[in-house]
């Protein structure tokens, strides 16, 4: 049973780029939420997909945007790059009526010059 | 604002010790409380559970005891282990609309001496 998995591992852009990112779910969940892990800190939340439609987003700005697919599948989308944005950037799936437990993938490691 | 602070930032226990991290909260309106372990390279992994309705849950060696009026749960980890090494957040889930924002804490870094 596959657990999620992410791509790229790691992604070298320059400041003003666009970069997307994609994650599987685990087999069996239809929820995704994408969190940002800053260096030696803890995971921030970044928005929440269910049935194909943004359901919550936490405090970041329009430059990241997402989308799910009818597979579940989800892409993260980050325009007009900044060097702030350098983080790990992790995916996590869920089941529809629980949300909140959530799963995460080894995450994609992204590094904006 | 930081709603979850966790606490110590870093341990350093024994193995066979037994290893204590502390998470209180600002928001009463937690109603799912995780503790997540994550290894280097690696995405936060669920190690274990609460709902404010019990005030502590068991797995293995590893134990979530819960304190609603003071707003803190802690994780004990019993007969730690060299393997055990890892940073662990905790990461509670407000009520409401909310459903699927959990709130890391900063982690705790833990290292098991052999």
């Known amino acids: 049973d596959a657990g999620v998995t992410q791509s790229p591992t790691h992604l070298i852009k320059t400041r003003g780029q666009q970069v997307t990112l994609r994650c599987s779910p685990k087999?069996?969940?239809?929820?995704v939420s994408w969190y940002q892990q800053a260096l030696g800190q803890g995971p921030q939340f970044i928005f929440q997909y269910y049935e194909e439609e943004e359901r919550q987003r936490g405090n970041f700005p329009d430059r990241f945007s997402g989308h799910q697919f009818p597979n579940y599948s989800s892409e993260l989308n980050v325009n007009a790059l900044l060097l702030g944005d350098s983080a790990l950037y992790l995916c996590?799936?869920?089941?529809?009526?629980?949300?909140?437990?959530?799963?995460f993938g080894p995450g994609t490691r992204l590094t904006v010059t | 604002q930081q709603q979850v602070k966790q606490s110590p930032q870093s341990l350093i226990v024994q193995k066979g010790g037994i290893s204590i991290i502390n998470c209180a909260y600002e928001?009463?309106?937690?109603?799912?409380f995780p503790w997540y372990q994550q290894f280097p390279g690696k995405g936060p992994a669920l190690l274990i559970a609460i709902r404010p309705d019990v005030s502590e849950k068991k797995e293995g060696r590893f134990t979530i005891s819960f304190n609603k009026s003071a707003k803190q749960f802690s994780l004990h980890i019993m007969d730690s282990q060299p393997g055990d090494s890892a940073t662990y957040f905790c990461?509670?889930?407000?009520?409401?609309?909310?459903?699927?924002?959990?709130?890391f804490g900063k982690g705790t870094k833990l290292s098991v001496k052999p």
């Open positions: 928001n009463t309106a937690f109603d799912y």
């Open positions: 990461a509670p889930k407000a009520t409401g609309g909310s459903q699927g924002n959990l709130i």
């Open positions: 087999s069996g969940h239809d929820t």
């Open positions: 996590a799936s869920s089941f529809g009526t629980k949300p909140y437990e959530q799963y």
